[in-house]
Nanobody, 123 residues
Framework: QVQLVESGGGLVQAGGSLRLSCAASGRTFGSYAVGWFRQAPGKEREFVAAISWNGGVTYYGDSVKGRFTISRANAKNTVYLQMNSLKPEDTAVYYC????????????????WGQGTQVTVSS
C-alpha cells in the first residue's frame, strides 16, 4: 500500500515556475512508476508526465514538453515535477499517481492516487 501527498501548488504569473512534489509512504515506493496528471474545471483528466521506477524512462504530454521536467529521489520517497514557462492553460488540479507496474501515460494503469494540489497561472 502506498499513500501519496502532493505539495508545491499555488498561484503564479504566466512565465513563472513552480515545483510540485509527490511524497510517498511505503518502503517499496522506489519500485513504483509515477505519473502526474491534471484536471481543469469542466475538462477531462490529462496526462502530464511519468517516470519509471529508476528514472530511466520518462514520458511527457505534448502540451508540456520542453517546459516541464519529472524527476525522482527514491531515497526521499519523492517525485518532483518542475514546471517552467507556465501558461494560463496550465491551470488545473495536479495529481500524482503510482503503480508497481510499468510506466504509462494511461491514468487507468495507476492504482494509487494523491488528493491533488491546485496550480493557478494568471495572465
Amino acid at each position: 500500500q502506498v499513500q501519496l501527498v502532493e505539495s508545491g501548488g499555488g498561484l503564479v504569473q504566466a512565465g513563472g515556475s513552480l515545483r510540485l512534489s509527490c511524497a510517498a509512504s511505503g518502503r517499496t515506493f522506489g519500485s513504483y512508476a509515477v505519473g502526474w496528471f491534471r484536471q481543469a474545471p469542466g475538462k477531462e483528466r490529462e496526462f502530464v508526465a511519468a517516470i519509471s521506477w529508476n528514472g530511466g524512462v520518462t514520458y511527457y504530454g505534448d502540451s508540456v514538453k520542453g517546459r516541464f521536467t519529472i524527476s525522482r529521489a527514491n531515497a526521499k520517497n519523492t517525485v518532483y515535477l518542475q514546471m517552467n514557462s507556465l501558461k494560463p492553460e496550465d491551470t488545473a488540479v495536479y495529481y500524482c499517481a503510482a503503480d508497481p507496474g510499468a510506466v504509462s501515460y494511461f491514468d487507468t494503469k495507476y492504482n494509487y492516487w494523491g488528493q491533488g494540489t491546485q496550480v493557478t497561472v494568471s495572465s
